[in-house]
């Protein structure tokens, strides 16, 4: 079967998924050029900027894994964007605290496209819905939509998954309180090139990058 190649004019942020590494090997990317770093805790991530932030004072950190409501306040005060907003429960623990600090957060809204029971994230169906809701809270900024793509061998089994996120971001995007509704953050180690042939805006990388992790 013939497919069509994608040609990409524009660029794609790359997010370095820092989880478990070590803040000196964090500032080795941040010397080597890079600027974004993902992070799934908020307590190991508070710890590693801590230590990161006077060395490295333009990087900018994302939230890529699933906030609890009683730790939105830390995510508001530590985090540049948070990709996982995954229930409208924690978008509104967000928007308190976030205004709290007198500012704007950028988020994404986390739709488990592959309706896998264990992940989280918006149902499909439910992501309308959610969207303009969310669209209605004054203080975050809903700049677009994050998948975790089911893990598999073969990364072109995912594709059909990168398609639909695309297509429900085109759909969004112009609702009212949705004219920002742009990125597409999709894509990690395993599946990241097809993520970009699909559109992709942001890449979520980790063990590309800094190597294999310790095992849980
Ligand atoms: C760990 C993680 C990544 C990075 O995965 P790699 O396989 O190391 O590239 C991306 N996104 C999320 C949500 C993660 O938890």
Not at 55 to 64: C, E, G, R, S, T
Not at 88 to 114: M, Q, S
Request: glycine residues 6%.
């Amino acid at each position: 079967m013939a497919r069509a190649t994608v040609n990409r004019q524009d660029t794609v942020t790359l997010v370095a998924v820092s989880k478990t590494v070590s803040p000196s090997l964090v500032l080795e990317a941040y010397r080597a050029g890079q600027r974004v770093f993902g992070e799934n805790r908020v307590q190991e991530a508070a710890a590693k900027m801590a230590e990161v932030s006077p060395d490295a004072p333009d990087a900018i950190w994302h939230l890529i894994g699933h906030l609890q409501s009683n730790k939105a306040r830390q995510a508001a005060k530590w985090f540049d964007v948070v990709e996982s907003v995954d229930s409208l429960r924690l978008a509104r623990r967000l928007e308190a605290e976030v205004e709290k600090e007198e500012r704007r957060l950028p988020i994404l809204l986390e739709v488990n496209v592959g309706g896998e029971e264990s992940k989280e994230g918006f149902s499909v169906d439910e992501l309308d819905h959610a969207a303009a809701e969310v669209a209605e809270l004054p203080h975050l900024v809903v700049t677009g939509l994050m998948t975790v793509a089911p893990l598999v061998d073969n990364p072109e089994a995912v594709r059909p998954v990168f398609r639909e996120l695309r297509l429900l971001r085109d759909r969004l995007r112009g609702r009212p309180g949705l004219e920002g509704c742009e990125e597409l953050s999709m894509g990690m180690t395993n599946d990241f090139r097809v993520a970009i042939q699909e559109g992709a805006t942001i890449v979520r990388v980790g063990r590309a990058i800094f190597g294999e992790r310790p095992r849980p």
